[in-house]
């Protein structure tokens, strides 16, 4: 009788911290996450993910104290998004989960200061291409600088605010990043591990896929 009652009480215990864990890691209801970001669903599971960037954190000021960075709920819902708990405080740019591959690939931008014309110092933004398979660890998957002209740089590029992953038409489970504005492309994936890439002008797109204009608008539901 005594084990009997050292076992019930024992499930009791962790049960409750179980509960109070839960309870505070998605600590964050909707209306307390951080002004600026976006919501996407993941095309699998259905649950709820927002970003935020940290340029997006310093646009509001009732921001002040909060994170940029990844957040996920407890909800699969498509009308309640349930609570939120922090993910990865990277700051990110975009977020896009592939439709079919239910990958997760990112923007993740940088900011410095450099030395300019007349060794005059100037900020400098640009941002990486990244992957990762659950939203906590990132892999970086930026293309060289080889495929653009001599001087430009890719983590240039994709600091553009008209810059944006979507799912190329012609091979679903790859990506194109589309660079729109003065000397903008589309970067392209040439294979399925995402591990060789090819540029295309935007005249050069627009010809061969009149019906899909490179668009910066995220194609997640």
């Given at each position: 009788m005594r084990y009997w009652l050292i076992a019930i009480i024992a499930v009791f215990v962790f049960?409750?911290?179980?509960?109070?864990?839960?309870?505070?890691?998605?600590?964050?209801?909707?209306s307390e996450l951080p002004i600026g970001g976006a919501f996407i669903q993941h095309p699998k599971t259905g649950t709820?993910?927002?970003?935020?960037?940290?340029?997006a954190i310093g646009q509001n000021r009732e921001n002040f104290g909060k994170r940029c960075g990844l957040y996920f709920s407890n909800s699969t819902d498509p009308k309640a998004k349930?609570?939120?708990?922090?993910?990865?405080?990277?700051?990110?740019?975009?977020?896009?989960?592939?439709?079919?591959?239910?990958?997760?690939?990112?923007?993740?931008?940088?900011?410095?200061?450099?030395?300019?014309?007349?060794?005059?110092?100037q900020p400098r933004a640009g941002a990486y291409l990244a992957?990762?398979?659950?939203?906590?660890?990132?892999?970086?998957?930026?293309?060289?600088?080889?495929?653009?002209q001599p001087g430009a740089h890719m983590t240039n590029a994709f600091g553009r605010e008209e810059s944006m992953i979507v799912v190329d038409p012609d091979?679903?489970?790859?990506?194109?990043?589309?660079?729109?504005?003065?000397?903008?492309?589309?970067?392209?994936?040439?294979?399925?591990?995402?591990?060789?890439?090819e540029t295309i002008s935007l005249r050069d797109w627009q010809r061969q896929h009149p019906a899909s204009p490179p668009s910066t608008q995220p194609t997640n539901p």
């Open positions: 049960s409750s911290v179980g509960r109070s864990t839960s309870q505070t890691y998605f600590r964050f209801e909707e709820w993910y927002y970003f935020v960037s940290a340029h349930g609570r939120f708990a922090l993910l990865q405080a990277f700051d990110f740019k975009q977020i896009f989960i592939h439709p079919t591959t239910h990958r997760f690939y990112a923007l993740m931008p940088w900011n410095l200061v450099a030395p300019g014309d007349h060794r005059k110092f992957w990762s398979r659950d939203g906590v660890e990132w892999y970086d998957m930026t293309p060289p600088d080889t495929l653009l091979n679903p489970n790859r990506i194109c990043v589309t660079i729109l504005g003065t000397g903008g492309f589309i970067l392209r994936a040439v294979d399925d591990e995402l591990s060789n890439w």
